[in-house]
C-alpha cells in the first residue's frame, strides 16, 4: 500500500501580487520542508495518526501561517486558537478551542482523543487539562507578530474582519492542515487554525468541528480550510467521505464536487483515500498546499496552474 500525505497552510484570495517573491519563496520552501520530514517519517512506519499530529505541529511552530506561532489576532489583541485530530482506524476525534497559552494546539487535541473521555473542551479548562498532561505551555504574547498587530489594526479602522493570507482591500483565509495515508493504508486528518483578524472573541469556526474541518475514516481523509462558516454548515470534510459512500464517487470527484458544487462559501480542502490517492480542490485565487506520494517527488503550489 503506498503512503501519501497532503498539507494545506490556507485558502483564500491569495493573488499573485499580493506576495512578495521572498514571502512566496519562504512560503513554498517551509511546506516542501514539513511535507518531506512528513513523507519520510512515512517512509519509516510511523503511523498516520503520529505524521498528521507532528506536521500540523511542525506548522503551527512556523510564523508564515495562521496557526500557533504568527497566528492571527480577535478583537480584543489576543490570540484564540483551535485545532482537532481525528484517526480514521477507529473513528475516534479531538478538539480544542479558546486556547491562549498551548503551545501546540493540535498536540493537545490529541489528548483529548486519547486520554481523555470527552471529544472537545475548550477555553481554560483545556489549558488546565494540558497542564495535567504535562504539554508545552507558552504567554499568549509569545504567538503575537507585528504584522499580525498592524492586520489587526487596518481592520479595526474598515470596522470589518480580516481573513488570514493576500493583502489589500480583499478578504482572505488561513488555517493548516495534513491529511495521511499510512504504509497499512490506515487514515488520519489534523487541522489547527488562529481564526479571523477582528473575530469576536470566543468566535469557533470549522477547524475543530468534527466533520466540519476535519474527517478521517475507513474510506478517506480531509483537512478544509477557507470561510469558516459556510464549511461548518456544510460539513465539508466529511461530504467528501459521504458523496464517496452514498454516491460511489472517488476521492477526486468526490472532493471537487464538495468545494465547486456542494459549498456555498469561500474555501477548499486537501484529502486522501486509503490507496493513497490524493485531491486538492479549491475555488478560491490560491491555496497554500503540498503533496507526496511513496516514490514520488513532493509538489508544492499555491495558485492554480495556468
Known sequence: MPFAIAIHGGAGLVRRDSLTEERRAACEA???????????????????????????????DDPRFNAGHGAVLAADGSVELEASVMNGLDARFGAVSLVRTVRNPVRLARAVLERSPHVYVAGPNAEAFADREGLARCDNADFILPERVEQLTRARAKGR???????????????????????????????????????????IGDSPLVGAGTWADGRCAASATGHGEPLAVLGAAR????????????????????IHDDLEGEGGLIAVDRYGNIAMPFNTAGMFRAAQREGETAQVAIWKAR
Not at 44 to 51: C, E, M, P
Not at 167 to 184: F, K
Not at 239 to 258: H, I, K, N, P
Open 239 to 258: 461530504r467528501v467521505a459521504t458523496r464517496m459512500e452514498l454516491l460511489g464517487e472517488d476521492l477526486r470527484t468526490a472532493s471537487q464536487a464538495t
Open 161 to 203: 474582519f480580516q481573513l488570514d493570507h493576500g493583502g489589500g482591500e480583499q478578504d482572505v483565509y488561513g488555517t493548516v492542515g495534513a491529511v495521511v495515508c499510512d504504509a497499512h493504508g490506515h487514515l488520519a486528518a489534523a487541522t489547527s487554525t488562529g481564526g479571523m483578524t477582528n473575530k469576536w472573541p470566543g468566535r
Open 30 to 60: 517551509a511546506l516542501h520542508r514539513i511535507i518531506t520530514q512528513g513523507a519520510e517519517a512515512l517512509a519509516q512506519g510511523t503511523t498516520a495518526l503520529d505524521v498528521a499530529v507532528d506536521t500540523v505541529a511542525a506548522l503551527e
